[in-house]
Every structure is written in C-alpha cells, then in structure tokens.
C-alpha cells in the first residue's frame, strides 16, 4: 500500500512539473507557433485612487486567424474589459478587430458601458490645475465599422455610431458650473455615420515592422433629437509609417488630425488631448478643442520574441478655430516595455511611462500605462 502511495504522489509531482514546464513554454518560451493556432489571454486590472478606491478587473484577448493555411491573412482580435471600483464605479467594454479570408473585409466593433469620475479643467490648450473640477461621467458607445478592399492595399468602408452621455458635479460652485459657455452639461446623445478611406501596405496589423497606413474618416451626425443638440461632422486622419532599421530595431511614426465642426458641440465631444496612445504622459481631458493636432515617434527594440523595449517622443496640441500656433506644441516623451504573449500574432502587452509638459506651479504631468497592444 505503502508502495502504491509513494507511485501516486510521483505520477502527480510528475503531471504538475509537466504542466508547469508546458505554461512556462507557453508564456515564456522564444518559440513562435507556427501552427497559426488561437491564442487566449487574461490580463488583471489594478487601479487604485482617492476619487474612485480601489478598482480591480478582468481583461481579456482573443485572436484567430479566420484562414490558418493564408499566411498573409492577418489575425482577428477579440477584446474584453470589466472592472468595478470600491466606490461604486464600473466600465464594461467589448471591441472587436476582425479580419476575413483574403483581407477582403476588415470589421471593426466597439460596445462601451461606463461610469467614471474624471477631472474636468475647462476648454482650451492653457488650462490650469486650479480650475480642476471633479465630475463622474456614465456613458454608452456603440460603434460599427465595416472596410472593403476595393483594390490592392486600398479600403473603402462605412460606418456608424451612437454616443450617449450624463454628467454629475460633485463641486457645484466649481469651474464646470460657473462656465456658462459649454453646452449640454448634464448630457446628451449623438447617432452618426460616416465614410472612410484607408491606403495600408502593412506587413502585421498588431506589430508592424514595415508599411504603411493613411485613413481619413468623416461622419456627420444629422439634426435627429431636434432642440439644441449636436449638428455637424467629425474629420480625423491618421497616418503611419514603419521602417525595420535591422533583424531587432523597428521606427515607427505616426501623426493624427482630429476636429469636430458644428452647431451647438458639447464640451464631451470636442477632441481631448492625452491617453495610452497619443500624447503619453498628460491626463485625457487635461486639454480638448475643436481641433488636435499631434505626432510621435518610437523606437521599438525586440529583444527576442518575448520582450521588447520602446523610447517614444513627439508633441501635440488643441486649438479652436483659427487658433493654431507652433509655439503652443506641448511635449510627450517617456519609454516603456513589451511582453508578446503571442509572438507570431505580434500580440502584446505593453506597460508605459510618459512625461509631459511642466507648467508653472504645477507638477510636471506624467502618467503611468499598462495596455494591450501597441500604440500605433
């Protein structure tokens, strides 16, 4: 019996070294998977803060290919987010990133639940620390976007979208009540459609080391809720460029146009300057205008299949019309970490630190990155 016991723990011992040494092979080896299969990754989220406590979640990402013998199809990507706070904040959101056989079709979806404080400071490119106003924002976005290659490396698409917002002032004397110039202060809704042009001779969608990508979108969102609701059109451009300066060293540029124009534009839907994306470093909202204007650079170094480091730096601004000026760039900089935990998918996670502007008397804005995927 005694034998039969010390024959069962070492089958067990055996399975779990076994199982360790495949989830170390797994998340860690420098092996790519060349059998094109899917791949499935949960990512903890952690955030804590004296407005929201502390804020735990779940993201996750999924990705296929839709044609595993097609080498050049590239991968669909399937993405989820939960997280909910000691104070009673939530955000849920569902996005999809879906390329078909052939790269005929490329669609893009996005669903968004959210309530969240945030700082408000004004509108405008100089707004200061002392004007910072809490409010909590709960939201709802949905997105569809749909592209069809047309002709080699062109896409031409469609979309649609619904935004709905409300706002509460947690500071009722503060800046956000006394500004009698923004309009829809306790919310709204926005339905629009739009059409889009893309040019993207990329060789990967998530990890790019060569190519190019050029996309201007216009929408307009049509007088549909009548009264004193949002009328007019959202243009953004965005473009990128790759070139692999060797087997390891990747440089990667990347600038962005984004301006709202109509009748009665709520402060929430003017374009703001700031995330984990674009202009790393300064708190999303610090700055939002009719216009934003930005541009980056990065210096993308793959140690291996497993690990990379990035250095990135560029400048950006928002202005109202006819307020454009060079000296009003604001600086972004900082450098940052990748861990691919699907090498051959050039999926990613990616942890940032950005620094920006130092403004008098007030700290120097900074701010802290853990994403998934890349920046551009």
């Known amino acids: 019996m005694k034998k039969l016991s010390l024959c069962a723990m070492l089958v067990v011992l055996a399975l779990n070294v076994v199982g360790q040494k495949k ?6 080896s420098n092996k790519t998977d060349s059998s094109r299969g899917p791949s499935f990754m949960p990512v903890p989220v952690f955030r804590y803060s004296q407005e929201i406590g502390a804020e735990l979640g779940l993201g996750l990402i999924y990705s296929a290919y839709m044609d595993r013998a097609d080498l050049t199809n590239r ?63 709960g939201s709802v976005k949905i997105v569809v976007e749909a592209e069809k290659k047309l002709v080699p490396r062109m896409y031409t698409g469609i979309s649609a979208g619904f935004e709905n917002y409300h706002f509460t002032d947690k500071q009722v004397t503060g800046t956000f009540a006394a500004n009698e110039e923004l309009v829809h202060k306790v919310g709204g809704s926005v339905i629009y459609a739009g059409l889009s042009q893309s040019f993207d001779t990329r060789d990967n969608a998530n990890y790019t080391t060569a190519g190019f990508l050029g996309r201007i979108s216009y929408q307009y969102a049509p007088d549909f809720y009548g009264g004193d609701n949002f009328t007019g059109s959202m243009i953004r451009v965005n473009v990128r460029n790759f070139w692999s300066l060797n087997r390891k060293l990747v440089l990667g540029l990347n600038g962005l146009y984004h301006t709202v124009q109509g009748k009665n534009t709520p402060f929430y839907m003017l374009p703001q300057l700031g995330n984990d994306e674009m202009m790393r470093g300064y708190y999303t909202g610090r700055y939002r205008d009719r216009n934003l204007l930005a541009a980056q650079a990065e210096l993308r170094f793959r140690y291996n299949n497993r690990f990379g480091l990035a250095v990135f730096g560029g400048g950006g601004q928002v202005f109202d019309n006819g307020g454009f000026a060079f000296k009003s760039f604001k600086p972004s900089y900082g450098a940052g970490g990748r861990y691919f935990f699907d090498p051959e998918k050039g999926l990613s996670v990616r942890v940032d630190y950005g620094i920006g502007e130092k403004r008098a008397n007030e700290k120097r804005q900074t701010g802290f990155y853990v994403s998934l995927a890349e920046a551009f």
């Open 75 to 137: 991968s669909s990507n399937f993405t989820g987010v939960a997280s909910a706070s000691t104070k009673g904040q939530y955000n849920i959101s569902l996005k999809s990133d879906i390329w078909t056989k052939g790269n005929i079709y490329h669609l893009v979806n996005e669903i968004r639940f959210r309530k969240m404080p945030f700082d408000f400071f004004g509108v405008g490119n100089e707004t200061i620390e002392a004007d910072k106003n809490r409010l909590v924002q």
């Open 23 to 28: 989830l170390i092979e797994r998340y860690l």
